[in-house]
């Protein structure tokens, strides 16, 4: 069984383990002092990211689908190694085929006890070589603290540069999204997707209808202030210089079979992408890591769960 393998290679007891659920699918659960994870080894999804005493940071469909070639709806999708529509091949599936693969684990460590790493790989193979001719070894590193850090790094192992594209598809959890608005990205020039204008907003953003913007030249920080919970996720970043944000409102929310037609009301994608003119060029040998580090910077204390009664 493999999930036997891996606790008995990865697993850290009472802290990181693998369960195989009745989709079939392999999830690595996390618990430390700071916080509880999941992630599905397909895709290399961070489904849940729960820091003590708070809601869910992070957001999945009531509908998805736990299938073979089709992603997770939500979490943190993997959109590589182009985002978007394939640049040049319209049958190519948009988002690439990162998350639609199985990664393997590369390492798993308990750094302290309030935080957890793991470290998992998918390198190029035949298969991925006939939806991209390239040879990569590309690492997804998640530590778990009171912050989720996820770093997405591309090696060259071959002997041609290389063009990607990528994305940290962020799916965040929110109370509604009449009560929430994105600070950060004031003054900076979108691409809108919906109307391929470029446009720019003095004011924080607040979002009343379906929204798709490509933020252009951005590298700073942003934050969704939730008047809702009473709380501010901050996404810090680096390797970027391009954000998303996207919510599908009411009639792309109905269009889509793994969301839920309400659901639209309680996420908002924040994305940390190399996306648009964004595009990242690695030689042989060479790397190129996204880093998306998500925290809450202010939020109402919870009162503590009491799991006796
Ligand atoms: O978030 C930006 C975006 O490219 C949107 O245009 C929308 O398509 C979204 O990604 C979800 O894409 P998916 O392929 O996961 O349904």
């Given at each position: 069984m493999i999930t036997e393998l891996l606790n008995k290679g990865f697993g850290i007891p009472h802290t990181l383990t693998f369960i195989t659920e009745l989709d079939g699918m392999?999830?690595?659960y996390i618990t430390n002092n700071s916080a509880t994870a999941k992630i599905s080894l397909y895709g290399a999804q961070v489904l849940s990211f729960r820091p003590r005493h708070q809601e869910d940071i992070l957001w999945v469909s009531s509908k998805s689908l736990y299938k073979q070639n089709k992603a997770i709806r939500g979490g943190i999708p993997l959109c590589w190694p182009w985002f978007g529509a394939h640049p040049t091949d319209s049958t190519k599936q948009s988002h690439g085929f990162a998350r639609l693969s199985e990664w393997s684990v590369l390492t798993t460590e308990a750094v302290d006890e309030e935080t957890t790493r793991i470290i998992l790989k998918l390198q190029s193979s035949d298969e991925t070589m006939k939806m991209w001719p390239?040879?990569?070894?590309?690492?997804?590193t998640v530590t778990i603290s009171n912050k989720l850090t996820v770093e997405l790094t591309t090696n060259n192992s071959g002997n041609e540069p290389f063009t990607i594209t990528s994305a940290l598809h962020s799916y965040f959890n929110i109370s509604d999204i009449s009560k929430v608005?994105?600070?950060g990205l004031e003054?900076?020039?979108f691409l809108d997707s919906l109307t391929n204008k470029e446009q720019t907003e003095n004011e924080p953003i607040k979002i009343n209808q379906e929204v798709d913007r490509i933020y252009l030249d951005h590298t700073g920080n942003c934050e969704i202030k939730d008047t809702g919970l009473e709380r501010t996720i901050q996404i810090d970043k680096q390797g970027s210089s391009s954000t998303v944000v996207w919510n599908p409102w009411i009639d792309k929310a109905k269009r889509m079979a793994d969301f839920g037609d309400d659901e639209y009301q309680t996420m908002l994608c924040v994305e940390t992408t190399n996306a648009h003119?964004?595009?990242i060029e690695i030689t042989p040998d060479k790397d190129h890591t996204l880093?998306?580090?998500?925290s809450l910077v202010e939020q109402k204390q919870r009162p503590k769960l009491d799991h006796t009664k």
């Open positions: 392999t999830y690595v390239h040879k990569f070894i590309t690492t997804l608005a994105i600070h003054n900076s020039t003119t964004d595009t880093t998306a580090v998500i």
